[in-house]
């Protein structure tokens, strides 16, 4: 492109628009390549399409840049050289040239009167600086030339072979190798350039016009420098000539036999031997010259000249420098308060000029507050003063700006405090730009807040018809000043209460606003705390398992305000209270919910009616939010589930809050010794979506150890003295065991005492595991005194939780409508004695419709709460339960025969006592009224299923595993489990069904219906399918072993069962099998061991750990008690029937209270003591259940006559959910055509 000559600015900017390149550099120069002043103008804009003014000017007088040195390429010396000649040296490098000097930039700066905010630039050119942009002076030296690069030596060539070795000749020696060249010489980096010098001219009232000047005058930097290049290598040896080796006959000499001197011939070689190699070439020299990097430009200089009024000049190095060095802030009320709505003032602002040069005394400049998302600064700015360099003073005035209001609504619960800076900016204000340097001085940090704080409300997050219930809330005046209509201050403030939902009466309501309170406040003075009570029950026509909500709003008057302006929010609180049934014991319930105040309403509400209206069962609900434990009800020091040995206990297991004071989960409120001796004697718990899995895994792995002592064998504990005695002692005993059984050990020669204690246990581990592998037993040393000397001591085995022990944990979360998932696995949750007596009982049914309670509970404890009206059981709990039956047996299976690698010591006919959840299963059949004649066509199908799923899963995997079982170890443990299953527990339905063949192979029995073929043939397509999948899920995961695959299988019936489709994740947590059965990384030392050895110091760690938490138990069962007794009370107990304060509590006449310097303590202890968790309800008996009943029955007939108006805020029961007929529930997850449970 052709130099730009001269010519004015528009001409040129219209030009420069013509471009159609992103980034464009337009230099002007009137003699290119010639010596002299270069001036350049440099317009940078990043959209050159756009008409916008560039953001900065470039006047440029940069030196140029040195040449650099020759960098040779390595291409022409990297072969060889021919054999027998020297590598060629490399070339040198050339030198690189120095940048040459910056040129000098002339310039005068002038404002424009005519257009504001414009700055005149003349000299060589002239140019215009507007408000957006700044001007930069660049005359920078130019850098130097980098160093050059020496080229690299060329490889010597090789020496000639020798020549071989013949007969005749001898072998000749390799020629050496020839040199390799030299390298050539690189160069050092050359020098930069020297910067030039920047002119300025600018009149004394026109100093502000420095502001935009920005200048450049830094020398050009060396250049960096080069390298020397490396030598060739040399060439190698030639390789001497090879050997030769030949053969001759000669004759020899020799006395035979006979002692006679005979003459014979023999081989006789010959050699040659091979010549030696070359000597190598040397390698080319490197030049050690050292190279340095070019020596940078001095830097320019800058003077500024000043044309004073009287014609007279100054003459300065530099501009003058504007810093902020302090200033004072403080609320414009004086409280100590920077809250929304109010101005923040600035004083005492004092101002540095650190430059070379007097700040404008004419064209003053201003002072402001910067602008910040919070602040508006005011209308009037401060003038600076002229300052002298290095003069420091004191601006005279004050600043203000505004705090704006809140923009963004805080989440309720939030109290404002927002972080801010304030920073002051200095400026000129015909040129509409700041001073740039003033930005980087002192800064104010700041928080915006309220003068008033509102803490945490304390309430109850669940509440129960009939109760009173308490709620308080603290208002404390974080100011410095008082607060409230009669005070100094006259600013209003108070709180509001509101029930939108009108579901509660609140006591202090008046008729006019019965759903609105509002307590303004008189007075609060600084620092002190304000405390409001407020006493409520919930309406009658409330709904159970239905959330109300109070929102509590701390309100207060703006700074400016007047006394008759409206109040602004700013603090509000959301209370959500769950309105709940208080806890009442029902001896003939089955089940025990345990819900929260966080739990899905909609989601228990529809838990509850399954089990009343699906199973038909009774179930009991304890809710913790109303209880704060497990423990204490009905004034009564009796633990809640002790009630339901040997029942269900179901515990909502989402993490809950804990009366304002963090969050708990269910599990940490539950004592580890109940919930050991429940689940030891049957009880069966489920936990339900658990929000913290880790959390109850470890909770889980209390219960592997029972907390008790372990006494030396000389007390009353001791059974026996030998290990063998003690195991046959266990033996005998199909139940469970409290004893504590220890026996004697000696310390043994050439080892210590503990040694012997460790490999004792050990050993008495591996014996208890063959010996009873689905029972758990901890083999650990006994209590001795540490102290004490000993030579002997004693191991205790102790026994924990077996396998039969249901701890199960669902993993879907809850949802609005209860899905199939849930069914099951409340179905699940049944004891199994109980299940086993129902399942006995529905194979004399149709399995595809609902089945009567008449029929599925005959001869059970179950209908102990009958009342004569025929219920239904829904058809889906009935398929639930016998995947549950399957799913049980097939664990219990597979975890006996899980480590079978060894031989089985117990024998065959003893084997099925061994298997309690089997054996339930054959007895409980012997005692129900099920026969071959009774059973329907989908019973006897069930039934067939599963006696083929166990066949299944008791079978050999493959050849190798057949081979294993029936010819290398005749005796192991899952041969003889096979046997028991294919013989014992066949024989044992012969009644019922024909017995099955051991293999497909056998031929048909005579006299058999087809009926009975076709079953039998169901039977064995029902083993051979499951084979099939274990085989499978054995190469695709390896490590699960026999236990893990049979849980695998489990979990995929059950996505059939729950309709899978929907949710592929249909899968369940069985702990007491996860948790407390070992699979090489827990805590035994092999796959499918219960039983442990436990040294002395995992002992003491466990009981620490047990103890530390049983002492937080008891703590917060104790503070809970004592929060819900200060905050709830019994309706009946109230002497006045009507809304008023129940007794104990403070009069809510004087609710307001308040209290200087110290914090409110809402615990209040009332005379006769409050009830928990509003459960003071007596134990009614079976009849008063029954009458209660029917009361409800006909109380729910008439409300399904009587019509309920829309409008109503607050609908009765049945609005609140969806009350399912489970006899409306479609039949589905088994394959109808065979009644397959996979």
């Known amino acids: 492109m052709a130099p730009l000559r001269a010519a004015p600015l528009p001409s040129i900017l219209s030009n420069l628009f013509t471009c159609t390149f992103e980034t464009a550099t337009m230099t002007f120069c009137p003699c290119r390549g010639v010596v002299g002043v270069i001036t350049e103008v440099v317009i940078r804009q990043k959209e050159m399409h756009s008409q916008t003014l560039p953001t900065t000017i470039v006047i440029s007088a940069v030196g140029r840049a040195g040449e650099p040195g020759t960098y040779w390429d390595t291409w022409g010396n990297n072969f060889q050289a021919q054999a027998g000649s020297p590598g060629r040296h490399g070339r040198h490098a050339s030198h690189p040239t120095a940048g040459s000097h910056g040129q000098d930039i002339h310039i005068k700066l002038a404002y424009d009167n005519d257009r504001p905010g414009l700055v005149q630039v003349s000299g060589q050119k002239y140019v215009e600086v507007s408000p957006a942009q700044t001007l930069l002076l660049d005359c920078r030296g130019g850098d130097g030339g980098a160093g050059g690069f020496g080229e690299n030596g060329q490889p010597g060539g090789c020496g000639f072979n020798g020549g071989d070795a013949t007969r005749y000749y001898y072998a000749t020696d390799g020629t050496a190798g020839q040199n390799g060249g030299d390298g050539g010489r690189g160069t050092s980096g050359a020098a930069g350039g020297r910067g030039g010098a920047v002119y300025v001219t600018v009149s004394e009232s026109d100093l502000d016009t420095l502001i935009p000047l920005e200048y450049s005058i830094s020398g050009g930097k060396g250049g960096p420098p080069g390298g020397h290049g490396n030598g060739g290598r040399g060439g190698e040896g030639g390789n001497g000539g090879r050997s030769y080796t030949w053969f001759t006959t000669e004759l020899y000499t020799y006395i035979d036999s006979d002692a006679s001197l005979t003459t014979g011939l023999r081989p006789k070689a010959h050699h040659h031997p091979r010549g030696r190699d070359g000597p190598g070439g040397q390698c080319g020299r490197r030049d050690t010259t050292p190279l340095y990097r070019g020596q940078d430009g001095s830097n320019g200089s800058t003077q500024i000249t000043v044309i004073r009024s009287d014609n007279s000049t100054g003459v300065y190095p530099s501009r003058y420098m504007l810093v902020v060095e302090g200033f004072d802030v403080r609320d414009e009320n004086d409280d100590g308060i920077n809250e929304p709505g109010e101005y923040v003032i600035v004083s005492n602002i004092r101002v540095k000029n650190v430059g070379k040069m007097p700040s404008p005394g004419k064209a003053r400049l201003s002072v402001q507050i910067r602008e910040t998302s919070w602040l508006t600064p005011g209308h009037k700015p401060l003038e600076l003063p002229a300052l002298a360099p290095g003069m420091t003073a004191l601006v005279p005035g004050t600043l203000r700006a505004l705090i704006r209001m809140e923009t963004t609504t805080r989440s309720t619960g939030t109290t404002l405090r927002a972080k801010d800076t304030v920073s002051l900016r200095a400026y000129s204000e015909r040129l509409q730009r700041d001073v740039p340097e003033f930005e980087n001085g002192v800064t104010v940090p700041i928080t915006y807040q309220y003068p008033l704080l509102l803490h945490t409300p304390t309430y109850l997050d669940c509440v129960a018809k009939g109760c009173i219930v308490r709620s308080v809330w603290t208002i404390e005046n974080i100011s410095s000043k008082p607060i409230g209509h009669t005070s100094t201050t006259g600013r209003r403030a108070g709180t509001s209460l509101s029930d939108p939902k009108g579901m509660f009466a609140l006591q202090r309501a008046s008729s006019e606003t019965p759903h609105d309170i509002v307590d303004m406040i008189d007075i609060l003075d600084p620092g002190c705390k304000m405390v409001v009570a407020l006493d409520f029950e919930v309406r009658p026509e409330a709904g159970e398992y239905s959330t109300g909500h109070m929102l509590l709003d701390l309100m207060l008057s703006e700074p400016h305000s007047k006394k008759n302006e409206r109040l602004r929010v700013v603090q509000n609180f959301d209370l959500q209270i769950q309105i709940s049934p208080s806890y009442r014991y029902n001896p003939s319930s089955r089940f025990l919910l345990v819900i929260n105040a966080q739990a899905l309403d909609e989601f228990v509400l529809n838990l509850v009616h399954f089990i009343e209206d699906g199973l038909c069962l009774g179930v009991d609900v304890l809710n913790l939010s109303l209880s704060g434990s497990f423990g204490v009800v009905d004034n009564e020091e009796e633990d809640v589930l002790l009630r339901y040995t040997g029942k269900t206990i179901i515990i909502l297991s989402n993490t809950m809050n804990y009366f304002q004071h963090g969050t708990r989960e269910p599990w940490d409120l539950l004592d580890h010794r109940t919930a050991f001796s429940l689940a030891k004697a049957g009880t069966s718990f489920l936990f339900v979506a658990p929000t913290n899995m880790e959390s109850l895994t470890n909770f889980v792995r209390l219960l592997a150890v029972p907390d008790c002592a372990l006494p030396l064998p000389d007390t009353d504990c001791t059974k026996g003295g030998k290990v063998s005695n003690a195991i046959t002692q ?62 002997s001591e004693g191991i205790a085995i102790v026994e924990g939780l077996p396998h039969s022990a249901k701890i199960v944990a669902s993993t879907q979360p809850y949802s609005q409508t209860l899905t199939e998932y849930i069914v099951a696995m409340v179905t699940h949750s049944l004891p199994f004695a109980d299940a086993c007596s129902i399942f006995w009982n529905i194979l004399q049914a149709d399995l595809g419709n609902h089945i009567s309670t008449r029929v599925a509970y005959a001869g059970t404890h179950l209908r102990e709460d009958d009342d004569g009206e025929e219920k239904f059981v829904s058809s889906k709990a009935c398929e639930a339960l016998i995947w549950s039956i399957m799913t049980q047996l097939a664990s219990e299976l597979s975890h006996f025969s899980d480590a079978a690698a060894s031989r089985c010591p117990i024998p065959q006919s003893a084997l099925l006592s061994q298997l309690p959840l089997l054996s339930q299963f054959i007895s409980s059949a012997a005692l129900s009224s099920c026969s071959q004649a009774s059973l329907t066509q989908s019973g006897a199908s069930s039934l067939v299923s599963i006696l083929g799923y166990l066949r299944g899963i008791s079978a050999p995997l493959g050849t190798a595993q057949w081979i294993a079982q029936n010819i290398i170890r005749l005796g192991n443990r899952r041969k003889k489990l096979r046997g028991v299953v294919v013989a014992q527990v066949s024989d044992t339905f012969v009644k019922l069904l024909t017995a099955p063949p051991s293999s497909t192979t056998e031929k048909q029995g005579k006299g058999e219906t087809a009926e009975q073929e076709k079953l039998k043939a169901k039977m064995m397509d029902q083993e051979a399918e499951t084979r099939k999948y274990l085989r499978e899920l054995r190469k695709k995961k390896p490590a699960l072993g026999q236990a893990g695959r049979a849980h695998e299988i489990a979990c995929a019936q059950l996505a059939l069962l729950t309709n899978g489709a929907i949710y592929p994740a249909a899968a369940f947590i069985d702990l007491n099998s996860t948790v407390l059965t070992t699979n090489g990384t827990q805590l035994g030392r092999g796959r499918g061991q219960r039983s442990v050895a436990m040294g002395r110091a995992e002992i003491q760690a466990l009981r620490s750990q047990r103890a530390k938490r049983q002492t937080r138990v008891a703590a917060e069962v104790a503070w809970s008690r004592d929060r819900v007794k200060s905050m709830v009370r019994n309706l009946t107990n109230v002497v006045n029937t009507g809304f008023g304060p129940p007794t104990g509590f403070p009069p809510t006449e004087t609710a307001i209270q308040q209290s200087k310097g110290n914090t409110f303590d809402p615990n209040p202890v009332d005379d006769d003591g409050g009830c928990i968790g509003c459960a003071n309800q007596p134990v009614v008996s079976e009849k008063e259940v029954a009458s209660e009943k029917e009361v409800a029955i006909n109380e729910e007939a008439i409300s399904e006559k009587e019509a309920v108006p829309e409008e109503e805020e607050i609908s009765n029961k049945k609005k609140w959910y969806r009350r399912i007929d489970w006899r409306d529930v479609s039949v589905s997850g088994f394959r109808k055509g065979k009644g397959e449970a996979i």
């Open 730 to 791: 266990l033996k005998t005993s199909r139940q469970s065991t409290s004893e504590v059984m220890s026996f004697p050990v000696k310390k043994k020669k050439f080892r210590d005492l503990g040694k012997t204690l460790e490999k004792t246990g050990i050993s008495v581990e591996k014996q208890l595991n063959k010996a009873l592998p689905l029972r758990s037993f901890i083999a650990a040393p006994c209590d001795v005194d540490l102290i004490a000397p000993r030579r």
